[in-house]
């Protein structure tokens, strides 16, 4: 069984998964003006909003 497991384990294929840290860091370091919690895109911006607006309006 033990042996079953390791090799499952060791030939299950791996996806090779693009680095784009080096990307994203480009983009929020940019002096822009833009916030750096709006930079992240059009879901940032939704996300904001919506926060702000259940925080004026929610319960």
Known sequence: LRQISQ???STASRRQVKNR???MQKIFQE???I???LKGGVIDG???RTTM???VFGK
Request: glycine residues 6%; proline residues 11%; aromatic residues 6%.
């Open 7 to 9: 090799r499952t384990i």
């Open 35 to 37: 916030p750096v919690h």
């Open 21 to 23: 840290v080096p990307e």
């Open 46 to 48: 939704l996300l904001y």
């Open 53 to 55: 607006a259940l925080t």
């Open 31 to 33: 002096d822009n003006g």
